[in-house]
């Protein structure tokens, strides 16, 4: 089956800790994104890729890293520096097609500090 | 990408049509609709878009008002599967501009 897969879906982190989610797709899509939803907020991009080996800062970018080495990559590093983990993280993709720009999303990692 | 405004939440009986509205009176000529929905702690799920005519898809419709200043999801039959928070979002279809603003969405509560 064709997704979005994203994992562990619980992890937690320690203080002074980097911890890394990985998401992966076989959709074969130029487009990727990270998103952060906060309990009973909307999503807030992270940082996003249009393609390969480039990536662009979204909204809240400080204290995460991301690499796109593949196309179907698109690991996000939490680093020590993002002083307030704790959210629900999603990973998407899209393509451009038709005029469509519809983005697919994974089912989610839930992060906790401990 | 142009703002949207949308109820904080809504109430729907099962069996009726739950009918959502959005507002966005700032939207490009170029801007398309779409809406999607998340189900609790699962990702958002896409549901329709549209550009200025009406669609309908095997989940729900899209109304687009001729100025294309609003819009109003129909879920024709809702279930108890539809409670979900509803996200209404304007953007550009084709070109650069990948940023995408999710609000908070509208909260769908359908009651037995």
């Known amino acids: 089956d064709g997704g979005i897969t994203q994992s562990p879906k619980y992890l937690f982190r320690k203080e002074g800790q980097n911890v890394t989610l990985s998401c992966e797709q076989n959709l074969n899509h130029d487009a990727m994104y990270w998103y952060r939803q906060d309990p009973g907020q909307g999503l807030r991009l992270i940082y996003y890729s249009q393609i390969v080996n480039d990536f662009q800062k979204g909204d809240i970018a400080e204290g995460y890293s991301v690499s796109r080495e593949k196309k179907e990559s698109f690991p996000l590093t939490v680093t020590s520096a993002q002083k307030n983990p704790t959210a629900f993280y999603l990973c998407?993709?899209?393509?451009?097609?038709?005029?469509?720009?519809?983005?697919?999303f994974g089912a989610g990692t839930r992060l906790s500090v401990l | 990408d142009a703002k949207t405004t949308q109820p904080t939440s809504m109430d729907c009986a099962e069996g009726r049509a739950a009918n959502l509205p959005c507002n966005h009176s700032t939207i490009s000529g170029n801007e398309y609709v779409y809406w999607y929905r998340q189900i609790h702690s699962q990702g958002p799920q896409y549901i329709i878009h549209?550009?200025?005519n009406n669609e309908t898809n095997e989940m729900a419709s899209l109304i687009i008002t001729e100025d294309r200043k609003s819009s109003t999801l129909i879920l024709p039959h809702a279930t108890l599967r539809d409670t979900a928070v509803y996200y209404c979002i304007v953007r550009v279809g084709s070109t650069g501009g990948f940023k995408t603003i999710f609000g908070a969405g509208t909260r769908l509560f359908v009651k037995a």
């Open positions: 998407a993709s899209s393509t451009w097609a038709g005029g469509k720009n519809i983005q697919y």
């Open positions: 549209g550009l200025k």
